[in-house]
């Protein structure tokens, strides 16, 4: 099984479902990456704060899918902001995932208080017209950083990965994303798996449906029109995250899960306009 894809604004494809890999490291790394293409995975992502890409370069060259199937996404760490420096960080990510070309390369977080994000930026539409990536774009931005970035370059993301959940549906982001033409992934799916998984508005569609919670919230997350990005190491759970497309939830049940979402439902506090990656 492989998930449909989806168009961004660029006209490249994107698998409407893919698997993360923070925090695997090592052996353990490589091999949930390889059982997750193994079990139809088509986006892998990834970043240099992960410090798990030569592990996920390494399943990359050991799997029998061929490299051209595959999305492989990395993200820029706040320490190579800059133009140089994201030009210098960019072919670290490359080596280290043995790679010639990155298929969707993100920066990270915007740190505002460097304030040099709109500099890198700048570096990665020059790899994305020199053919070095795909497509380009950004994680945890905010409207305003997004509005910036359009108005001093002149190039909005393909793509925006933020922090999604029921307990975080980011109502007014997603609304913004859509009138851009911004593609919505979700980075921590599930959130606080344990927090929500009971809750009423989703064990009653998952026992009405014969599927599990998590596969409830991860088909909520498609209907929203975010692309989901679950971590799992276990085989079985790597299926079910990816099964979600034999069934659908109504308006009704989709409005329920959003519903969950409160006031200070982030996971750990990371709002971008003062969270500071190293």
Same mark, same amino acid.
């Given at each position: 099984?492989?998930?449909?894809?989806? !168009?961004?604004?660029?006209?490249? #494809? $994107?698998?409407?479902?893919?698997?993360?890999?923070?925090?695997?490291?090592?052996?353990?790394?490589?091999?949930?990456? $390889?059982?997750?293409?193994?079990?139809?995975?088509?986006?892998?992502?990834?970043?240099?704060?992960?410090?798990?890409? !030569?592990?996920?370069?390494?399943?990359?060259?050991?799997?029998?899918?061929?490299?051209?199937?595959?999305?492989?996404?990395?993200?820029?760490?706040?320490? +190579? *902001?800059?133009?140089?420096?994201?030009?210098?960080?960019?072919?670290?990510?490359?080596?280290?995932?043995?790679?010639?070309?990155?298929?969707?390369?993100?920066? *990270?977080?915007?740190?505002?208080?460097?304030?040099?994000?709109?500099?890198?930026?700048?570096?990665?539409?020059?790899?994305?017209?020199?053919?070095?990536?795909?497509?380009?774009?950004?994680?945890?931005?905010?409207?305003? *950083?997004?509005?910036?970035?359009?108005?001093?370059?002149?190039?909005?993301?393909?793509?925006?990965?933020?922090?999604? *959940?029921?307990?975080?549906?980011?109502?007014?982001?997603?609304?913004?994303?859509?009138?851009?033409?911004?593609?919505?992934?979700?980075?921590?799916?599930?959130?606080?798996?344990? +927090?929500?998984?009971?809750?009423?508005?989703?064990?009653?569609?998952?026992?009405?449906?014969?599927?599990?919670?998590?596969?409830?919230?991860?088909?909520? #997350?498609? #209907?929203?029109?975010?692309?989901?990005?679950?971590?799992?190491?276990?085989?079985?759970? #790597?299926?079910?995250?990816?099964?979600?497309?034999?069934?659908? $939830? !109504? /308006?009704?049940?989709?409005?329920?899960?959003?519903?969950?979402?409160?006031? +200070?439902?982030?996971?750990?506090?990371?709002?971008? +306009?003062?969270? /500071?990656?190293?």
């Amino acid at each position: 099984m492989t998930a449909p894809t989806l !168009t961004m604004a660029d006209g490249a #494809q $994107l698998p409407a479902v893919g698997f993360g890999t923070y925090p695997l490291k090592g052996p353990a790394a490589t091999n949930a990456v $390889l059982t997750a293409l193994g079990a139809g995975y088509r986006l892998v992502d990834t970043a240099v704060n992960y410090r798990n890409e !030569t592990e996920v370069g390494e399943a990359l060259a050991r799997s029998t899918v061929a490299r051209e199937q595959v999305v492989v996404t990395t993200k820029l760490p706040g320490r +190579d *902001h800059g133009y140089e420096q994201t030009l210098a960080s960019f072919e670290g990510s490359r080596t280290r995932l043995g790679v010639a070309t990155i298929d969707l390369y993100l920066i *990270h977080w915007p740190n505002p208080s460097v304030d040099r994000y709109v500099d890198s930026w700048r570096a990665m539409v020059e790899l994305r017209d020199r053919g070095l990536v795909r497509s380009i774009g950004v994680s945890n931005f905010t409207e305003a *950083h997004l509005t910036r970035l359009g108005e001093e370059v002149g190039v909005l993301p393909a793509v925006n990965q933020v922090e999604l *959940h029921p307990r975080f549906p980011q109502e007014r982001l997603r609304k913004f994303h859509a009138a851009q033409g911004i593609l919505t992934e979700s980075w921590s799916p599930l959130g606080r798996a344990g +927090d929500v998984l009971a809750e009423p508005a989703v064990a009653a569609p998952a026992r009405a449906l014969g599927v599990t919670p998590a596969q409830v919230v991860l088909r909520w #997350q498609v #209907q929203l029109g975010s692309v989901p990005i679950p971590k799992s190491a276990d085989l079985v759970r #790597q299926a079910q995250n990816l099964d979600i497309f034999g069934f659908e $939830l !109504t /308006e009704e049940q989709v409005a329920a899960i959003t519903a969950l979402g409160r006031s +200070d439902g982030r996971l750990f506090g990371a709002d971008p +306009d003062h969270h /500071e990656e190293q």
